[in-house]
Every structure is written in C-alpha cells, then in structure tokens.
C-alpha cells in the first residue's frame, strides 16, 4: 500500500450502506462524479450486493468490501480466495493473529489489500471491558496495530483518533483507513471515537469512511462534495 500517492478525490470512501441493489445503483447514479471509492458492507452485500463490485469497477470505481472476516484460518482463507477474484481493492478482516495470517497468505498474487480491524469505532473502554478485555482502547489499537504489521497486513481500520499515535507505529507503508467521520453539526448515531473529516486528515488518516451523513442527507451529491472539499482544504 503506498498511501502517499492517493488521488485526493479516492480519500473518501462512502458506505453504499442501503437495503438492496437498486437502492445502491439510485444512489450510486446520484452521487455521480462526486464519489470515486465506494464500501460495500453487510447490509448490502447479504442482500445480493457483491455483484456491484465488478460493476463498479468496470465504471471505474474503487470497492472496499467491508465483511469484517473472523473465522478458522482455513474458512477465512477460502472466503478471502473467493473474495479476490472480484476486484475490489480492500477487504476487513478483524486483528486475530490466526484470521489476519489466513487473509494475507490467501490473497497472495491478487491486488486485493487486506485491512485489519483494530477496535470497531462505536467501541469506548467500557464496551471493552463489558466484552471481556482487560486492555482499553487505544492499548489495544495499538497492540493489535503492531500484531498485524508484523504479519504484513496491508493497513488498518481504526477511529481518527488513534491515527495520529497509530502512525508513528507503523510508519508510512500502512494504510489508516477512518470511519467514525463526522462533519461539524451531523448526527453520531451509535458512533462512539468521532472527529471531522478535516481533523481527521490532520491527524493523518489516509482514507475517510463516511456512511450516514452522505446517505441519510437530504441532498447526498451536495454531502459529499462538501466532504470532498473538506478534505481538500486540509491536504492544503
Ligand atoms: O470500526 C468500524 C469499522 C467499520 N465501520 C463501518 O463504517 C461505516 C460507518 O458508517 P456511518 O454511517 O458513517 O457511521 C459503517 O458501514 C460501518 O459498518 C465503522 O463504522 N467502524
């Protein structure tokens, strides 16, 4: 992953969060030109969405199929062999040492780029401790960040606000990849580890995932490009 050379455009990737394939596609035709980069997670992949990858891709999209894997070693493997052949550019696995080294070695010599859940954003140390784990928050990004780049995962899934110490960890080869973006005055829903888009890139995100703001607002195209243009600012 060479997140230095990002198209800026490419930085925000809005989760095509919505009921099925024609909801996507409306949307999709929609938000036109203003979205380059799109995610494609539960909701629309069980509802017969994985097609859209290669639609998207032929359209010259980019797709990031959100599916969070965690399983056996040899389940995440062919689910990832699977997965590969359609194209899209990244794929989540939860930070397991045994599920992360699974999804690495089974997408070898495809350019699918695995991505590593840290913590999931609407998590706070409270929520962690309810689950059972001794470690807090940014303890445990951490911790899990250092497992998965000795494992050669591509790059990480965390909130903004762990961007910034994740960095100095990992260095530049890694990809941070945010969702929990917020633009100023917009709703957090069940978000928990939030900042706005231009924080977020100051504090040194690669990639924004925005959902509900974009997808609930009244004028998407406009959400959007104000996100674009957010971003665009903050690169200077
Ligand atoms: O830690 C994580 C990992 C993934 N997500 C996904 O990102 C979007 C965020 O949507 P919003 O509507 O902007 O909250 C959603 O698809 C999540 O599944 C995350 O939020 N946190």
């Known amino acids: 992953m060479q997140p230095a050379n990002i198209v800026p455009r490419d930085r925000l990737i809005v989760a095509l969060d919505v009921p099925g394939v024609a ?4 949307m999709i035709a929609r938000l036109g030109d203003s979205v380059t980069f799109y995610k494609i997670g539960y909701q629309l992949a069980y509802a017969g969405g994985l097609p859209l990858v290669r639609q998207l ?3 010259g999209k980019k797709v990031f199929i959100d599916l969070k894997l965690h399983d056996i070693g040899n389940t ?8 590969a052949s359609l194209g899209a550019t990244f794929l989540t696995v939860h930070a397991y040492p ?6 690495i070695d089974a997408r070898a010599g495809s350019n699918l780029k695995i991505l590593a859940v840290t913590v999931l954003t ?8 309810a689950a059972g784990y001794r470690l807090g928050v940014s303890d445990l990004v951490e911790a899990r960040a250092r497992q998965a780049q000795t494992l050669g995962v591509d790059g990480l899934v965390c909130s903004p606000e762990e961007a910034a110490n994740l960095r100095r960890i990992v260095g530049h080869r ?3 990849v945010t969702p929990g973006i917020r633009p100023a005055g917009s709703s957090v829903g069940d978000q928990k580890r939030i900042m706005t888009p231009a924080r977020a890139i100051a504090a040194g ?12 607002a009244a004028d998407p195209k406009a959400a959007a490009d104000a996100i674009q243009a957010e971003i665009a600012q903050a690169l200077g």
């Open 122 to 129: 609407s998590y706070d140390d409270g929520d962690l401790h």
């Open 98 to 103: 045994q599920t992360m080294k699974a999804a």
């Open 57 to 59: 891709t032929a359209a």
């Open 205 to 216: 995100a690669d990639y924004l995932v925005v959902g509900r703001p974009v997808m609930e």
């Open 174 to 176: 890694m990809g941070l």
């Open 23 to 26: 909801a996507a596609e409306a």
């Open 76 to 83: 995440v493997a062919r689910g990832v062999e699977s997965i």
